[in-house]
């Protein structure tokens, strides 16, 4: 429960900062008016796309790495994680335009699917796959980061062994029992 909580908290200030950026761009673009109504409606739009977004491409991460950890960062590893990130990105954005465009703007699923297409998705697809991307670079350099501080471990209580080795070889009664 307590994870889930976390992803909430992470997806919601996600698509705060996500909205604070593009409400930013799009105000001094001029694409958008300073009327309130218009800035909701644009911070709304993106905390559904960010919330489902979130959720759909945490749950192919969490999935993926808690089964395929050993895997991950083998060159077909991260093709594979990769490629599951640009469809779980495909299936987020498609049920976050069905939310947003049946649900809030009272399109009709028929006329929904009618005016979709494949081509309108690949924005959503390459922010999805920089995205992932960096994420999986920072998760690669923490993992090298992590063994190099459990190889300095190994190597100090090796070292420490033979410095006790040493020291009770030159006098038995010189050791500590601490």
Known sequence: MQRILKHIGNALLIGVLISIILVTI???NGTLS?????????????????????????????????NYKKSLFTIRGLIIALLGHIVFTFVGAFIARII???GIYDFSFN??????????????????LVVASIFY?????????DKKVKEQKIIAGTASAKFDALKNQLDPHFCSTA
């Open 111 to 128: 006329d929904f699917w009618a005016q979709e297409t494949f081509l309108g998705y690949g924005p959503y697809m390459i922010i999805g």
């Open 137 to 145: 670079i920072v998760l690669y350099y923490k993992q090298r980061q």
């Open 26 to 28: 799009l105000y001094f």
């Open 34 to 66: 300073g009327e309130i109504n218009d800035i909701w409606k644009e911070v709304r739009n993106n905390m559904i796309f960010s919330i489902v977004l979130y959720a759909t491409n945490s749950f192919w991460y969490e999935y993926y790495t808690h």
């Open 100 to 102: 947003l465009l049946v």
